[in-house]
């Protein structure tokens, strides 16, 4: 089944959800659409997360007396709402920087993808620039101090400047971006057979939990 059918079939889902307990909610397709889009390792634009919002939700996101337009202001903030703590926190981002899945995200967005009839859902393959990147990080992880001496001793062997370098992070990368790096790695190799437990664990050395 090809990406298109694919997603036809998840909207005649969404349209057919009459239960209003279950039914998805505007953030909740955004959060869909950014994970369909490669939105745990990648920034999403909002022009393609509206596009793709559609494509699940046909005349959700439009303008009533333009139903062929999508209200981008619309889904802008129904983007935002997928960021607020009320609504789950499943996006981090802004319109100018991008959205990228949290990790109550991208969980979220596996299991509602998965329930949703089993569908089959294609996803958007990864770009040229994306599979280098994951290549190229995962090969200076395998290498970094802080992995030998996890493996050795758990993340209490470990520094906090060791668990910054293993996440590529410093004392001048802070706040949201910070965060968004961390994310980017522990949603892409959280289930790595070699670097998985140590990306997991390291984090939170990292956030200071």
């Known amino acids: 089944m090809n990406a298109t059918a ?95 899945l949290t990790e109550k995200g991208l969980v979220f967005a596996r299991e509602r993808v998965g329930a949703l009839e089993r569908a089959d ?7 040229q620039q994306d599979r280098k990147w994951r290549r190229t990080e995962r090969s200076r992880m395998l290498g970094e101090d802080a992995l030998t001496r996890f493996r050795e001793g758990g993340a209490a062997a470990v520094s906090r400047r060791e668990a910054e370098a293993f996440f590529h992070v410093d004392d001048y990368v802070v706040g949201k971006a910070r965060e968004r790096k961390v994310l980017r790695i522990v949603n892409t190799f959280s289930d790595d057979p070699d670097l998985g437990a140590a990306v997991v664990a390291l984090a939170k050395v990292v956030r200071g939990k």
């Open 6 to 100: 694919n997603v036809k079939k998840l909207s005649k889902v969404i349209r057919k959800r009459d239960d209003k307990s279950s039914a998805l909610a505007n953030h909740e397709i955004m959060t869909l659409a950014v994970y369909l889009l490669g939105g745990e390792s990648g920034r999403v634009d909002t022009e393609d997360a509206a596009m793709k919002a559609n494509d699940l939700a046909p005349g959700r996101f439009t303008w009533r007396k333009y139903p062929d337009q999508i209200n981008i202001e619309n889904v802008r903030t129904f983007l935002k709402d997928a960021t607020r703590a009320k609504n789950g926190a499943f996006l981090i981002g802004s319109g100018r920087q991008g959205w990228l």
């Open 121 to 127: 859902l294609s996803r958007e393959r990864l770009s």
